[in-house]
């Protein structure tokens, strides 16, 4: 069993072969320590997931990684830098881009409009819904490839509201594509599916990841066994154990913390 990235690991970590590093992670809510003293390093081009049993700090961790919340101690680094003190906007505008457990779309716009607003964003003009149909048409070709790459390019007339709960997944990581997105993390992207959707977003998952960096949070232990490279396993805010999913899943304290785990 390969072991946890230890504190002293981390600087070396700081290199071309890490795209995103966290070290020393720690969040304390009052006087309780969500996340302590976490050490992760996401080597470039790889997929990374992150889990653990209820309660274990996943969804802290997490949100510190994408700059959601920030850290009581500790620093995070995208391509050697230190973005610890960044705002989620201008950490996105570096390359690193999250998407949600809920989808985050516009339900009452078409599936094309949605990746659109996405390029909008990208294209530094964002949020201009004054803007007429022609002055943002040269955006259409570009929203259609995006929308061709996660296989729902068919249904870009279709307000999203209408789409299954696979396509809503779908479109939303055609929107985060449209921040051309180096550094790519994932919250739960088969929460809520049905046994039908998940293998098409795995292979989806797998299919924009090349080139890039992805790192999820993730419950479907299936998944994760026929999708990531490496598994760091969280438990009561810590780093647990490190390695491959043959390593992780064969260790005797990831099987007695997943038996025993206790409700967020």
């Given at each position: 069993m390969?072991?946890?990235?230890?504190a002293?690991?981390?600087?070396?970590?700081?290199?071309?072969?890490?795209?995103l590093?966290?070290?020393?992670?720690?969040?304390?809510?009052?006087?309780?320590?969500?996340?302590?003293?976490?050490?992760?390093?996401?080597?470039?081009?790889?997929?990374?997931?992150?889990?653990?049993?209820?309660g274990?700090?996943?969804?802290?961790?997490?949100?510190?990684?994408?700059?959601?919340?920030?850290?009581?101690?500790?620093?995070?680094?995208?391509?050697?830098?230190?973005?610890?003190?960044l705002?989620?906007?201008?950490?996105?505008?570096?390359?690193?881009?999250r998407?949600?457990?809920?989808?985050?779309?516009?339900?009452?716009?078409?599936?094309?409009e949605?990746?659109?607003?996405?390029?909008?964003?990208?294209?530094?003009?964002?949020?201009?819904?004054?803007?007429?149909?022609?002055?943002?048409?040269?955006?259409?070709r570009?929203?259609e490839?995006?929308?061709?790459?996660?296989?729902i390019?068919?249904?870009?007339?279709?307000?999203?509201?209408?789409?299954?709960?696979?396509?809503?997944?779908?479109?939303?990581?055609?929107?985060?594509?449209a921040?051309?997105?180096e550094?790519?993390?994932?919250?739960?992207?088969?929460a809520?599916m049905?046994?039908?959707?998940?293998?098409?977003?795995?292979?989806?998952?797998?299919k924009?990841?090349?080139?890039r960096?992805?790192?999820?949070?993730?419950?479907?232990?299936?998944v994760?066994?026929?999708?990531c490279?490496?598994?760091?396993?969280?438990?009561?805010?810590?780093?647990l154990?490190?390695?491959?999913?043959?390593?992780?899943?064969?260790?005797?304290?990831?099987?007695?913390?997943?038996?025993?785990g206790?409700?967020?």
């Amino acid at each position: 069993m390969e072991a946890a990235v230890p504190a002293g690991a981390v600087a070396s970590a700081i290199d071309q072969d890490y795209a995103l590093v966290g070290e020393g992670l720690t969040k304390v809510f009052g006087g309780f320590a969500a996340v302590k003293d976490v050490n992760l390093a996401v080597r470039r081009g790889s997929i990374h997931a992150l889990i653990g049993p209820n309660g274990a700090g996943k969804t802290t961790c997490f949100n510190l990684l994408t700059k959601t919340l920030s850290p009581t101690k500790g620093r995070i680094l995208l391509n050697g830098v230190d973005i610890s003190r960044l705002r989620t906007a201008e950490v996105a505008r570096r390359g690193l881009v999250r998407s949600f457990q809920i989808s985050a779309i516009f339900p009452n716009l078409t599936v094309l409009e949605n990746v659109r607003v996405a390029l909008q964003a990208s294209y530094g003009t964002g949020y201009h819904f004054w803007r007429s149909l022609r002055a943002v048409a040269p955006l259409n070709r570009r929203a259609e490839e995006l929308l061709e790459q996660v296989g729902i390019v068919e249904s870009r007339g279709t307000t999203a509201a209408e789409l299954s709960y696979g396509k809503k997944r779908a479109l939303e990581i055609a929107t985060t594509l449209a921040l051309e997105p180096e550094v790519m993390l994932l919250d739960e992207p088969t929460a809520g599916m049905g046994h039908e959707d998940v293998e098409p977003i795995t292979e989806l998952i797998r299919k924009v990841a090349v080139g890039r960096t992805v790192l999820l949070v993730e419950h479907n232990l299936s998944v994760v066994s026929n999708l990531c490279d490496r598994i760091t396993v969280l438990q009561h805010g810590e780093v647990l154990a490190e390695g491959t999913y043959e390593q992780v899943s064969n260790d005797e304290r990831v099987v007695e913390a997943y038996m025993g785990g206790v409700d967020e």
